[in-house]
């Protein structure tokens, strides 16, 4: 009896991203972590291991402003990624350009609102945030963009593995661009935010949109094919 062959995926699914595709989006959620941390006097936006650190902190001090705070970016990025995983089932192959124009219309929206008159969380943060929750969402078989902590030990590990020839040099290489361009983009973000102030976060947002403009086109090479 032949074997059967592998079956194809359904229609729409979209295609498994290539991991390299990963590192500019890294650098975007650096970019953006850096400019709501010095326009929101030190909160992260996308660095949620952070902002739980600091959450346990704020809890241990007794901060209860603080906390509550703290939690509610928690649960914003949790509500962001959420969206983003409902938008990227709901629209298939077309997932990395929706999720990434609707992550671009949110810093967008951002831009516009204000960065301050609430002592704990300004309102431009209930856009920022769930940006950064969906951004992880963009690239299908990629578990996530903004959660680089263990990528200097995956780059390692996998250093070790290529060398005894377990591994191809291009798994530890791509981790290890990703740590790069998170501290690259966060750089860039800090210095735009120092010399541009709130206009800053149009570099992103636009960043956001190249990105999304620029999925799109394979999606619709194939349509079109």
């Given at each position: 009896m032949p074997k059967a062959g592998k079956a194809a995926p359904p229609a729409g699914t979209p295609l498994p991203a290539?991991?390299?595709a990963a590192v500019p989006l890294?650098?975007?959620a650096g970019c953006v972590d850096a400019i709501g941390w010095l326009r929101f006097d030190q909160l992260f936006v996308s660095f949620i291991s952070g902002t739980s650190t600091m959450l346990g902190v704020a809890l241990a001090e007794g901060?209860?402003?603080r906390a509550a705070a703290l939690a509610l970016v928690v649960g914003?990025?949790?509500v962001g990624?959420?969206?983003g995983a409902l938008l990227g089932a709901l629209a298939g192959a077309w997932r990395g350009p929706a999720v990434l124009g609707l992550v671009a219309s949110l810093l967008g929206a951002a831009l516009l609102l204000p960065a301050t008159g609430t002592p704990d969380l300004p309102p431009a943060a209930f856009a920022m945030v769930p940006a950064m929750g969906m951004l992880n969402?963009?690239?299908p078989g990629v578990g996530g963009i903004t959660f680089v902590t263990g990528a200097l030990s995956r780059a390692m590990e996998g250093l070790v593995l290529a060398l005894r020839g377990r591994a191809r040099h291009a798994a530890w290489l791509q981790q290890l661009a990703c740590w790069a361009a998170?501290?690259?983009g966060a750089c860039l973000g800090a210095r735009l935010q120092q010399g541009w102030g709130d206009?800053?976060?149009a570099v992103p947002a636009s960043a956001a949109l190249l990105a999304a403009l620029l999925a799109a086109l394979p999606v619709a090479g194939r349509r079109g094919g």
């Open positions: 290539n991991p390299w890294v650098a975007l901060q209860g402003g914003l990025f949790a990624a959420l969206a969402t963009a690239l998170l501290a690259m206009p800053a976060l």
